[in-house]
């Protein structure tokens, strides 16, 4: 396989990099991760054994994905932004047995400094705000905010707020794909 890790990374044995990946200084892969093609770890990124990437996922600098975290293929995880994978932690308690998963869907995207507390899904493309703290699941294409993080309304694929009129449809900016929005989700999109 091929693929560049700067001389301060550290990637231990049984840890699998796939073709493409670009790991930067003092990023720390450990045994049972898998990160797939074309991956690029910022800084100081911590992937911890059993954590899975898809393909083309970016991780910005000083982000740590502890057991129980899975990314799909696209994601993006701003500088900062935190995952946990216990609910209630102790030091004194020992609780690996008890570590939730937190799968991340395809093309979402986690804003610097996001919180997300384990055991809640994010769905595909959806977009979660700089310093939002996520104590729920959240749906598809959905853009949430805040501390709680709440919905403040739907994106695109592309990352653009849209605007649903009265026939339940929405129109990408960028891209011009049609969105609709039916029972209160965004359920598909027709090219």
């Not at 500088?79 to 008890?98: G, H, K, L, Q, Y």
Request: proline share 5%; hydrophobic share 40%; aromatic share 8%.
């Amino acid at each position: 396989m091929s693929y560049y890790a700067h001389p301060t990374a550290v990637i231990d044995e049984g840890a699998v990099i796939g073709d493409g990946c670009k790991i930067w200084h003092f990023s720390h892969i450990m045994p049972g991760a898998v990160l797939g093609e074309r991956c690029n770890l910022g800084q100081n990124v911590v992937v911890s054994p059993g954590v899975t990437l898809g393909r083309n996922v970016k991780v910005q600098n000083n982000v740590s994905l502890y057991t129980g975290v899975t990314c799909e293929d696209d994601v993006f995880l701003g500088p900062s932004c935190v995952f946990t994978n216990v609910i209630n932690p102790r030091s004194a308690i020992i609780r690996r047995d008890e570590f939730k998963a937190t799968p991340v869907g395809r093309g979402a995207s986690i804003g610097a400094n996001a919180t997300i507390v384990c055991g809640h899904s994010i769905g595909a493309f959806a977009l979660i705000g700089a310093g939002a703290v996520v104590t729920k699941d959240v749906p598809a294409f959905a853009l949430v905010m805040g501390n709680p993080a709440r919905q403040a309304g739907w994106v695109s694929e592309y990352g653009h707020k849209l605007t649903f009129g009265p026939d339940g449809q929405a129109l990408c900016p960028e891209t011009g794909q049609v969105y609709r929005l039916v029972d209160g989700r965004v359920v598909e999109r027709v090219s």
